[in-house]
């Protein structure tokens, strides 16, 4: 498996894979790959005939003053996993590659960027939608796999490439979690023992609000004051954001409709984290 530093190389390969025919799976990543970026890799191998793996962290999706310097890295064993995996790319730029001196385009995004995530992490979008674009149009792949654990990114995602006719088929994939229940995510390495204990109280909190709409509690400001709740009863909790919003245009609705399309999308802060999970309602 090669691990590719240009743009050019990475293209020249793949115009030769799509020469003889072969479909191509493209799963971009920020590297220090967990379990979670492995569902998406071992997806994109069954699915393709050949699968990049993009390792970048974007400097253009952190503000000032967030984890941009101190986000974890891993190269070795990213590609180990991958390699195991079956990937047969890893496309791994430094930041002068993806953008030169002279970068004046970006790609944005209203709407559905702009609550939840998008409300506290100003630029995070904007630095999603031209990232993406750029490796859709290096890798020009078939399909491209995102987790649903970042639910907002994947609503993003998909609509950009409906608005602005991207042929590429979008794959969203499920949520890995720890056995506890905690999502996995690289930043969970920012977690100390003590936090990390605490940590699942997340999920457990989604999963009591997903009972809750079962017996038939649909208010929303009534679900969210439930997770909140529990959030309150651990003081190294602190709730940024906790929404029911429509599972594709991530607008907040004021009750849960019955027809499965809603989520309850959180924020949670603990220690040096900022933890983000979902749950399907
Ligand atoms: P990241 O490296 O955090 O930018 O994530 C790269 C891709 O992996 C994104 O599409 C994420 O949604 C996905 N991903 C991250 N964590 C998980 C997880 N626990 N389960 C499934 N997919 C995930």
């Known amino acids: 498996m090669n691990i590719i530093k240009t743009i050019g190389e990475t293209r020249k390969i793949i ?21 979670g970026h492995g569902s998406l890799i071992a997806r994109s191998v069954k699915e393709n005939d050949r699968t990049v793996v993009s390792v ?11 984890d ?32 030169t001196k002279s970068f ?17 992490r100003e630029n995070m979008f904007k630095g999603v939608c031209t ?16 987790g649903k654990k ?19 088929k979008i794959v969203g994939c499920d949520c890995v979690r720890e056995a506890d229940g905690l999502a996995k995510s690289s930043r969970n390495s920012y977690l100390t023992h003590g936090e990390r204990a605490v940590a699942p109280k ?33 003081p190294m909790l602190q709730t940024e954001y906790a929404e029911i919003v429509d599972g ?11 027809q499965g399309r809603c989520l309850m999308a959180v924020a949670v802060k603990l220690g040096k984290a900022r933890l983000i999970d979902n749950i399907e309602i």
């Open 202 to 234: 997340i999920y457990a909190a989604l999963l009591q609000v997903k009972k809750m709409v079962i017996c038939g509690e649909h208010h929303s400001c009534v679900l969210t004051e439930s997770f909140k709740r529990s959030m309150y009863d651990e």
């Open 131 to 146: 990232v993406v674009s750029k490796l859709f149009n290096i890798v020009t792949p078939d399909r491209a796999y995102f």
């Open 15 to 35: 115009k030769d894979w799509k020469k003889s025919g072969l479909t191509v799976g493209l799963v971009p990543t920020m590297g220090f790959l967990h379990e």
């Open 68 to 99: 941009m310097g101190v986000y974890p890295r891993d190269m070795e064993r990213d590609s180990r996993m991958c390699q195991e995996l079956g990937a047969d790319l890893i496309f791994n730029p430094e930041a002068e590659e993806m953008y």
């Open 104 to 120: 004046y385009s970006f790609v944005d995004m209203s709407v559905i960027s702009e609550g939840l995530c998008g409300a506290s």
């Open 248 to 258: 594709l245009t991530m607008q907040p609705v004021p009750q849960v409709t019955g």
């Open 150 to 168: 970042d639910a907002q990114q994947l609503a993003v995602v998909k609509q950009m490439v409906n608005d602005l006719n991207i042929d590429i």
């Open 56 to 66: 970048f962290v974007n400097p253009m999706q952190f503000s000032l003053g967030e």
